[in-house]
């Protein structure tokens, strides 16, 4: 079956730093990626819709100069969380969608901690 | 706008009791629907998908039937299990290229021996 691969997932970073996470689909091509984040006990929240050779498409509210999303090919989308604060803390997860009727597939997330 | 309602947990039961979470959508067009599960500290799993109406997706004892009279995707398992505690979230596809799914806000799942 279809498998995404997200990385790393756990990472401690200090405050002002950048953290990047990857997201790989392993064995299929992947166009079009999704970010999410989650909260503690909360639903997942989309921030952006990755395209493979295109800009990606944030959701209202998301800070695109924060959360930097790069899709350089089809098979690999990162998001680059820039200069972090606390409040950024959260659990990251990623997404692909194979085509047809297979559906969507995640990661198993990035637990973030910015301290 | 399209949407899924799930209800509010958390959903508390003994060990080999019925499950029964329920899921209704509110969407143009006919979309597809599925329910994932996520256990602590990972990410989604795909449970099952029902892409059409009276279609029935089931995985591990757990079915779902899409109704489109009732705009509802209710997840059932005849006999829980401690390893089934986990939070479950229904979803809808409006199958458009490039969209993502639109989530429910999940129902935990507390299963006690």
């Known amino acids: 079956g279809a498998v995404v691969s997200q990385h790393p997932s756990r990472v401690i970073c200090k405050s002002g730093t950048s953290v990047k996470i990857e997201c790989r689909s392993l064995?299929?091509?992947?166009?079009?990626m999704f970010w999410y984040r989650q909260f503690p006990k909360q639903s997942l929240m989309l921030m952006a819709t990755?395209?493979?050779?295109?800009?990606?498409?944030?959701e209202q509210g998301v800070e695109k100069d924060k959360f930097l999303i790069n899709h350089a090919s089809l098979t690999l989308s990162t998001l680059t969380v820039t200069s972090a604060h606390p409040e950024d803390s959260s659990f990251y997860i990623c997404?692909?969608?194979?085509?047809?009727?297979?559906?969507?597939?995640f990661g198993s997330g990035t637990r973030l901690t910015v301290v | 706008g399209d949407s899924v309602t799930q209800m509010e947990g958390p959903v508390t039961l003994s060990e080999e009791a019925f499950l029964t979470i329920n899921c209704t959508y509110t969407?143009?067009?006919?979309?597809?629907l599925f329910w994932y599960v996520q256990y602590p500290g990972e990410g989604l799993q795909l449970l099952l998908k029902?892409?059409?109406?009276?279609d029935k997706g089931s995985n591990k004892g757990f079915e779902a039937t899409y109704r489109k009279e009732t705009t509802s995707f209710h997840l059932e398992k005849g006999s829980v299990q401690v390893s089934d505690s986990a939070v479950y979230f229904c979803?809808?596809?409006?199958?458009?290229?490039?969209?993502?799914?639109?989530f429910g806000k999940g129902t935990t799942l507390s299963v006690s021996s």
């Open positions: 997404s692909a969608r194979q085509g047809g009727n297979y559906g969507y597939t």
């Open positions: 064995d299929f091509q992947a166009t079009t």
């Open positions: 990755s395209n493979e050779g295109s800009k990606a498409t944030y």
């Open positions: 969407a143009t067009g006919y979309p597809s």
């Open positions: 029902a892409t059409k109406a009276d």
């Open positions: 979803a809808l596809s409006l199958n458009q290229a490039g969209t993502a799914l639109i």
